[in-house]
């Protein structure tokens, strides 16, 4: 059986920099309930528009609003935080692959791009996490009905 091909190194580095956080409805309703705010409290707060969608803020120190030395909201988090490093790009092209293991300390460099592939798959369908038919899903979500390169 294959080594895990990723496991969080909590470095922190994909909770940094403007932008890229984008909600789906469910991820800004569990956001909202995770923080005991009314949903037009909570949009009002912490999000605005981005690319045509809802992305959160960054705070002063150019990280997620939600970034205290980790997570903030970890049980709360949106689809895209839970789904990383398994985003669509990463599963499609070994090149974004191999960019993202400099990026991410997480991502296991002895383990190949098609156990990758097979776990992320996986781990996206258990977790619910494709975006499939939610029209407002960021796109960094994978399209689990798109066939895969090679099929
Ligand atoms: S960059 Fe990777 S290892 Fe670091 S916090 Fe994000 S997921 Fe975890
Ligand atoms: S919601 Fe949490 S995991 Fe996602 S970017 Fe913000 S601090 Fe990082």
């Given at each position: 059986m294959a080594d895990e091909a990723f496991a969080c190194r909590m470095c922190g580095h994909c909770c940094q920099g403007q932008g890229g956080i984008l909600l789906t409805d469910k991820d800004q309703t569990r956001l909202a309930a995770h923080l005991n705010l009314g949903l037009e409290e909570f949009l009002t707060r912490y999000t605005e528009p981005q690319d045509g969608k809802i992305g959160l803020v960054c705070g002063p120190d150019g990280c997620c609003v939600f970034f205290k030395e980790g997570c903030g909201v970890h049980p709360g988090r949106p689809d895209v935080c839970r789904a990383w490093p398994f985003f669509h790009g990463n599963l499609v092209d070994e090149t974004s692959w191999k960019l993202i293991q400099d990026y991410c300390?997480?991502?296991?460099?002895?383990?190949?791009f098609v156990d990758f592939v097979r776990q992320g798959r996986r781990y996206l369908k258990d977790n619910g996490l494709c975006r499939d038919d939610r029209g407002n899903a960021p796109n960094a979500l994978l399209d689990s009905k798109k066939p895969e390169k090679g099929s």
């Open positions: 300390p997480g991502v296991n460099p002895e383990v190949s």
